[in-house]
């Protein structure tokens, strides 16, 4: 069975950084696209990052310039780097992997930035 563990969740005044961590385990398969969300307080939920077995990465607008998606295929982990924070990116981040065309969600890592 799929498991992802996530970390590195906190509060953090504005302009400070962050790095969340999302661990997969029981993936005989390894993972075809590794990815976060968020959901901040009475909102839907949003797409952040992705990235793909290859490498390949892609960014909300909101958070370019800003958060680095990157993976590391050995440790099967994900990793979201997130510098120059906001307010706004005040949240609850959820990991996201692709395992063969099954999606598979983290349970949420809070993220909190003060003004």
């Known amino acids: 069975q799929v498991q992802l563990v996530e970390s590195g969740g906190g509060l953090v005044q504005a302009g400070g950084s962050l790095r969340l961590s999302c661990a997969v385990s029981?993936?005989?398969?390894?993972?075809?696209?590794m990815g976060w969300y968020r959901r901040a307080p009475e909102k839907q939920r949003e797409f952040v990052a992705t990235?793909?077995?290859?490498?390949?990465?892609n960014y909300a607008d909101s958070v370019k310039g800003r958060f680095t998606i990157s993976g590391d295929d050995a440790k099967n982990t994900a990793y979201l780097q997130m510098n120059s924070l906001k307010p706004e990116d005040t949240a609850i981040y959820y990991c996201?992997?692709?395992?063969?065309?099954?999606?598979?969600w983290g349970q949420g890592t809070q993220v909190t930035v003060s003004s």
């Open positions: 029981g993936s005989r398969f390894g993972t075809d696209f």
């Open positions: 990235i793909t077995r290859g490498g390949e990465t």
């Open positions: 996201i992997v692709d395992v063969r065309g099954a999606n598979y």
